[in-house]
Structure formats: structure tokens, C-alpha cells
């Protein structure tokens, strides 16, 4: 059954109403102006970007590719929305929506965003939210970005609306559906490129609707974290694939990886084990646990698989406070996950923006709150083989501890990395990814 997007809509249009409402309040201005954003141009060109919508816009209105609208919202009013629709013979312009949402708005088309004039409040009491300063510092602003109403915003963003929660599954579906089509044509033989492409076609995204750029690396290249390129020919022999993907719904985000091998061998059934792992990871998540006890768990479980396959000698808890796991996995074990692919306000102590201080043991982790009742946030352990680190760790004391040969056995399936899009609720969490992947799968 797809979910009723008009009555979840209705809701979260109200709760974001109530947010700016405390934070208007909060930082002391009466009126709110969200611009949608501008176009901008390649350096001595007349070639634009991809448009990347301003973030907190497309929270308010499911809008995500049209340029020079504006949102301006006064508590206790209707919000008005000024509406891009030129006349524009070079371009296909956006005919005034009428869905679901637009009966929530005020809605003006107009043929550029200094037509909105007209639609304004008293600017010396207004804050703007906007990638541009023009038009809105002549117009009299009384602040553009201010720190204190953005990181207001940012702090609450991190519990998701019902509304939310529907298009995060919807773009988990979406993404599930892509990744079974990859996987297809990784066993098929195709290269990464081809892979790409059966990817995009079954998300039915272009390269700019993905709200990240895909990772799809076959054999060493997996070992390459964001690796950034598609080899137009496959490899003589394919032996693994990992590939990190994510599709978009109505703005918001899913981000996916898998790791698949070609043979039924010891890095299969490594991959099999870090499948287990990642799952007792998610199943650790409670309401009130702070998200870097999950990046502990994580190391430990590394610890684990590092021992049972031959790698690594010595008790879990010592290859941890040594330094060999950070080796095998260097990255953060997730991140808030919503209509920013690395959501926001993941660092702030409270809706101020006090900075909670980044853990020593973990430089990279982006997620430091204590999680909370739908806080949406990946889960995403990884175990790779990177030769830069593999050689830093090899000459430290701690080296001595590694079987360097079977190392070598598994440097060319590159890595592994395994990740889910989770939601926590209160007696534990509800998984996107999974249920996703097996509807997709029955399609
Ligand atoms: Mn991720």
C-alpha cells in the first residue's frame, strides 16, 4: 500500500510551521524568506551547474528543480510560496503546481525572484535562509544565514516528520530496486561503467537526481573509500564488486552500499560475516545510547573478523586500542540520513549549536548526539584492504599481529562495506534497507 503523502504532508507542514515558529521566536525576527536557490555558471562559461536546491526549501514544499522561488512565512499566516514560471522560449518552464501540498500555500508565479517584491513583509524584521546575499541584502534584510536560527533548525531536523519517514522508505525502495539491477549486471560480467548505467535506468534517476555520486568499484577498487570514476571495460576477471548508491524522493535520500563476490570463496564468507555483524550493530540501537558507542561496537566486531579469519592475532578489545582495526576500517560508522545524504546538526549539543567535541578515537565519525525516537541515520561498518594504511600499520609494533600473507590473499577483492538506512524508534529501530531490497526483489 504507497502511503497517504497528502495527509502526512498536511501534518508536516504543521510541524514545520510550529519549528519556525520557536525558532523565529528564539532568535528574535517576526518573518521568514526560504529562496529555492540560483543557478551558477562554470568559470568564464555560460554553461550552469546541475541545480542543487537550498535544503531547508525543499523540507517545506517537495520542489527540488526550480530555481528562484521563495518561500516567506509570518506565524499565524498561510505561507506564501513566489512561484518560478517564466516565459522562457529556451527552457521548459514549471506550469503553477496543484498537488497535494500546494493547497498549504500562497502561491504566486512569478518570472524571476525580484517580482516577489511585491509579496514581502517588513524586511528589517525578517531573517533569510538563501545561497545568494542579492536580492535580499538590498531589499533590506534584517539578517542573511543567521548562525543562530540555522543551527535552531538544524538541531530538530534531526527527528524526522511522519512525512519524512514515508519518503526516506520511498527512496529506500527506489535505491533497493537499483542495487538488484547492478547487482545483475556485476555477475553478468558488465563493467563499471555498464553497471552504472543499469543502476541509473532502474532508479529512473539521471546523474544529477542520485543524491550522491555512485560508487561502483569492481576487485582494488573497492578498497578506494569514494572511489570516483567507472572503467569503461570490465576487468579481465571481476572478482568483487562494492557499490554505494542512493536514489532521491521528493528530496530525501537513501544511501546503500553492498559488496557481492563472484566465487563462493573466503572473502564471501567474510562478506556473509560482516552481513551479521552490521545487523547486531543495528539491532544495538536504542533511544538515549549515544551514536559513538555504536562506532565502539563496530571496532570490536572488526576485531572479531580480523581474528576468526586469520588475520589479525590477539584478544578483539587490544586490536581495538592499537590502532589495527582503525587500519582495516578508517571511516565513521554512519550518519544522520534525511533530506541532506549527511544530514545535519548530527554535531550540535542543542538547538544553539553548542559543538559536542569530536571523540580523539574517532576523527571522522559525523554523527556525535545521542540518538533519539525517529533519528534517521545509516549504519555502515566497512573491513578494506588500503595499501597506504596497510603499510603504516605494518611498521608499528602492532604490525607484528597481522599474517601479511593472508593479507595478500585478500588485497585484490579490495573491501568491504555494508549499509543500511535505519530508523530508531522506541524499544529499537526500524530498518529501511532490508525490507526494501526484498520487496524490490518481488517485483
Ligand atoms: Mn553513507
Redesign the pocket.
Known amino acids: 500500500m504507497s502511503p497517504d503523502f497528502a495527509s502526512l504532508y498536511t501534518d508536516h507542514i504543521a510541524a514545520m510551521r510550529r519549528l519556525a515558529d520557536q525558532a523565529l521566536a528564539a532568535n528574535g525576527f517576526d518573518h521568514l524568506l526560504i529562496h529555492s536557490g540560483a543557478l551558477n555558471y562554470a568559470f568564464l562559461d555560460d554553461n550552469a551547474y546541475p541545480f542543487k536546491v537550498n535544503p531547508h526549501f525543499k523540507r517545506w514544499v517537495p520542489v527540488t528543480d526550480n530555481p528562484e522561488c521563495l518561500i516567506i512565512y509570518t506565524p499565524g499566516e498561510t505561507p506564501k510560496l513566489a512561484f518560478y514560471s517564466p516565459v522562457d522560449f529556451w527552457h521548459k518552464t514549471h506550469p503553477v503546481p496543484d498537488e497535494y501540498w500546494t493547497a498549504h500555500f500562497e502561491i504566486t508565479p512569478v518570472g524571476g525572484i525580484r517580482e516577489a517584491k511585491a509579496l514581502l513583509p517588513d524586511m528589517k524584521r525578517a531573517a533569510v535562509i538563501s545561497e545568494t546575499a542579492e536580492p535580499f541584502a538590498e531589499w533590506g534584510a534584517a539578517a542573511i544565514n543567521p548562525e543562530g536560527l540555522i543551527n535552531h533548525f538544524h538541531f530538530h531536523f534531526a527527528k524526522k516528520t511522519g512525512y519524512e519517514l514515508a519518503c526516506l522508505r520511498e527512496a529506500s525502495l527506489i535505491g533497493a530496486r537499483a542495487h538488484l539491477a547492478a547487482e545483475r549486471a556485476f555477475r553478468d560480467g558488465a563493467s563499471e561503467f555498464d553497471i552504472h548505467l543499469a543502476y541509473l535506468r532502474a532508479a529512473e534517476h539521471n546523474e544529477h537526481q542520485v543524491p550522491y555520486s555512485n560508487i561502483i568499484a569492481l576487485n582494488e577498487h573497492a578498497a578506494i573509500l569514494h572511489y570516483q570514476y567507472q572503467e569503461r571495460r570490465p576487468p579481465a576477471e571481476a572478482r568483487s564488486f562494492l557499490i ?1 548508491a542512493g536514489a532521491s524522493f521528493n528530496g530525501y535520500s537513501s ?1 546503500i ?1 553492498r559488496t557481492y563476490a563472484r566465487e563462493r570463496n573466503d572473502f564471501q564468507h567474510m562478506i556473509e560475516r560482516m552481513n551479521e555483524a552490521q545487523l547486531a550493530m543495528c539491532a544495538a540501537l536504542r533511544p538515549g545510547m549515544p551514536y559513538a558507542d555504536l562506532q565502539t561496537i563496530a571496532h570490536r566486531h572488526v576485531a572479531g573478523i580480523l581474528i576468526e579469519f586469520g588475520i589479525a592475532r590477539g584478544e578483539a578489545d587490544e586490536l581495538v586500542a592499537n590502532g589495527t582495526t582503525r587500519a582495516f576500517f578508517p571511516h565513521g560508522i ?2 544522520y540520513l534525511g533530506a541532506q ?1 549527511h544530514d545535519v546538526g548530527g554535531k550540535q549539543a542543542d538547538e544553539k549549536g553548542t559543538p559536542i567535541p569530536q571523540p580523539e578515537a574517532h576523527p571522522f565519525l559525523r554523527t556525535l548526539r545521542t540518538v533519539d525516537v525517529d533519528h534517521v541515520f ?1 549504519v ?1 561498518p566497512g573491513l578494506y584492504f588500503i595499501p597506504s594504511l596497510l603499510e603504516q600499520l605494518r611498521a608499528t609494533p602492532a604490525g607484528r599481529q597481522v599474517d601479511w600473507q593472508r593479507v595478500e590473499y585478500f588485497r585484490p577483492f579490495g573491501g568491504i562495506r555494508i ?1 543500511d538506512n535505519i530508523r530508531v524508534t522506541a524499544d529499537g529501530h526500524e530498518n529501511f534497507t532490508r525490507p526494501a531490497f526484498e520487496r524490490a526483489a518481488a517485483e
Do not use: F, L, N
Open positions: 554505494d544511501d552500499t554512519g550518519h545524504v545509516t555502515e549499509e
